[in-house]
């Protein structure tokens, strides 16, 4: 998938362009950028008009006499309807501009022969992608509600949801949407990278700090640990300019593996896989302090 330039994970223990995605295990993600930064969008004159109505409850006493009393009867009914969901194109959610891989620096392999030029657009179906009609006139919780009952069926059937225009501003907002849906978080300990814990009760972190130049290539979340997310969602908080970067390419395991020569496979299911890391003790040096990897100081508990 493109276009996620600053964005915070959830449901480890985690798009929008202010959009946010839910991915399932059986897809491989790979972060481009890192980093998170918090930003607010200035009001329209029509959200800032919603919040009033709502803040005094649409009082007749208020709004009676006023030219505007139409308003009072308009908001009330659309307080009633669910949000709507409406399905996207590939076209629509495809940057302008092809993003490049041959060539590209700090991607293994991107400067041999036969390396694909540019990532892979959208398709029909992969990832599903919807937009909410008229945001600013649902509440959170109305959203919340809407989302839960839409991704019940969508999300195990496509594996991979996109969704536009919720209502979400920040990572507070990210992590109340999360917890509404009902998914518990998880914590990060055993992590392999480096990240910010926002909030540990719906497991809502940075997606990455690495350097903004890094390329994270594809991979399954915590493959490498017995106890890995069964959901992953991503929030991105501020849209990258065309051409900036930020891409957060998307694959369907299953494809891969439909790929494989079946001897492979085969091969490594009956050899199984071991993962051998190596933690060292906080001080200089590239790797993540295994006081960071376990959350703790009790050398008792990181062993």
């Known amino acids: 998938m493109h276009y996620i330039y600053r964005y ?3 449901c480890y223990a985690p798009f929008v362009f202010l959009d946010w995605l839910l991915l399932t295990e059986a897809v491989a ?23 009033s109505l709502r803040r005094f409850k649409f009082s007749p ?38 993003s490049r891989l041959a060539g590209k620096e700090f ?5 041999g022969d036969g390396f694909p030029e540019l990532l892979s657009p959208p398709t029909e ?33 496509y594996g991979a949801v996109l969704l536009r225009n919720l209502p979400l ?39 990455s700090d690495e350097p903004p130049q890094a390329v994270i290539e594809h991979h399954n979340e915590m493959a490498y640990s017995p106890v890995y997310p069964s959901k992953l969602l991503f929030f991105c ?23 494989l020569d079946p001897k492979v496979v085969q091969n490594f299911a009956n050899k ?13 040096g590239a790797y993540l302090p295994w006081q960071d990897v376990f959350m703790t100081e009790d050398p008792k508990v990181g062993n």
């Open 107 to 111: 991607l293994p392999g991107s400067s």
């Open 8 to 10: 915070i994970t959830c």
């Open 29 to 51: 993600i790979s972060y481009a950028l890192a980093g998170f930064q918090f930003f607010r969008i200035a009001d329209s004159t029509e959200d800032m008009l919603l919040r």
């Open 125 to 157: 179906t992969f990832p599903h992608a919807v937009r909410i009609e008229n945001p600013g006139l649902h509440s959170m919780d109305d959203c919340v509600v809407s989302c839960r009952r839409y991704l019940k069926d969508k999300l195990t059937h």
């Open 169 to 207: 501003k920040t990572a507070d907002d990210f992590s109340s949407l999360t917890q509404g849906l009902g998914y518990k978080g998880m914590t990060y300990q055993g992590g392999a990278v480096e990240r910010q814990e926002l909030d540990r009760n719906s497991g809502t972190y940075t997606a």
């Open 237 to 259: 908080q501020q849209e990258p300019g065309e051409d900036c970067g930020g891409e957060t390419p998307l694959v369907k395991s299953t494809d891969i593996l439909s790929r």
């Open 272 to 284: 199984k896989v071991r993962y051998v890391r190596y933690a060292p003790p906080r001080g200089p």
């Open 61 to 98: 006493a208020l709004l009676g006499t006023s030219p505007t009393c139409s308003l009072t009867t308009h908001a009330q009914e659309l307080n009633h309807v669910s949000p709507q969901f409406t399905t996207l194109k590939p076209a629509e959610i495809q940057p302008t501009t092809p």
